[in-house]
């Protein structure tokens, strides 16, 4: 539906309407099973089938930003929140020994540095000189484009689905994509590989056991064998 979104006025409607539905069926004070008039949910550090964390009985991690004020401490207490910055893209970089992108991520903001780098044409010479934290201030729409292209691409996801998501063209997305990968050719290597390895085993691995099976990919892999 998102991709629809302003062809007609009742698809906005719809994505209001099933947004909050979903969440009121998620909070909904029945649901409350404390005594202290609190949601406590349950935390499963590999509770997806691609390994990251989750919460269970009642989705906390997934209120959104609407619903964040709801979440309070109890008097006398404090909310603290930690953001791994940029963790994923480093530790695919490590796991692929993608070492520019190391060096990149110790210097700043590495979704600046690969935007000032794409889009070197589009900004002026002060902009291309700029500090990486100092352009991801002046430029967030250009480091938005870079990040939101780089988590895509990781996670497996095209041009065409980018582009809905982004609100750009395909060219543009297809632009963006070859040329993170043409700047970072270890992680385009290691993530072609990991899926050959699916292709050809109909699962994969992670370190620490979880393993994910693709049922198609083996019925394909069976076949050809045939």
């Known amino acids: 539906l998102e991709g629809l979104q302003g062809h007609h ?6 994505r209001w309407h099933r947004e909050f539905y979903k969440h009121e069926k998620a909070w909904n004070p ?10 406590h949910p349950g935390h499963e550090q590999f509770g997806t089938a691609t390994g990251r964390n989750t919460f269970s009985i009642h989705q906390l991690g997934g209120i959104g930003r609407k619903f964040r004020p709801l979440v309070v401490a109890p008097d ?11 963790i994923e893209p ?3 970089a490590a796991e692929f020994g993608e070492q520019r992108f190391l060096d990149e991520y110790l210097r700043g903001d590495v979704y ?3 935007a000032q780098a794409i889009f070197v ?13 100092a352009f991801k201030k002046t430029h967030p729409i250009l480091r938005m484009k870079v990040k939101e292209t780089f988590l895509a691409v990781s996670y497996g996801q095209g ?13 543009e997305a297809s632009f963006i994509i070859a040329a993170i990968f043409e700047r970072y050719p270890r992680i385009k290597n290691g993530l072609n590989s ?32 045939a």
């Open 9 to 14: 006025p009742v698809i906005s409607h719809y």
């Open 30 to 39: 029945q649901n409350i099973f404390f005594t202290n008039g609190r949601i």
């Open 76 to 86: 006398g207490f404090g909310l603290i929140e930690f953001d791994w910055a940029q």
């Open 90 to 92: 480093v530790i695919m």
């Open 112 to 114: 600046s540095q690969i």
């Open 121 to 133: 044409e589009e900004l002026s010479d002060f902009d291309r000189k700029l500090d990486p934290d």
């Open 159 to 171: 041009a065409t689905g980018l582009a809905v998501k982004l609100g750009i063209t395909k060219a």
């Open 194 to 225: 990991l899926q050959r390895e699916v292709e050809i085993n109909g699962y994969i691995e992670l370190g620490l056991g979880l393993t994910r099976v693709f049922p198609e990919d083996v019925h394909v892999m069976t076949t050809n064998k």
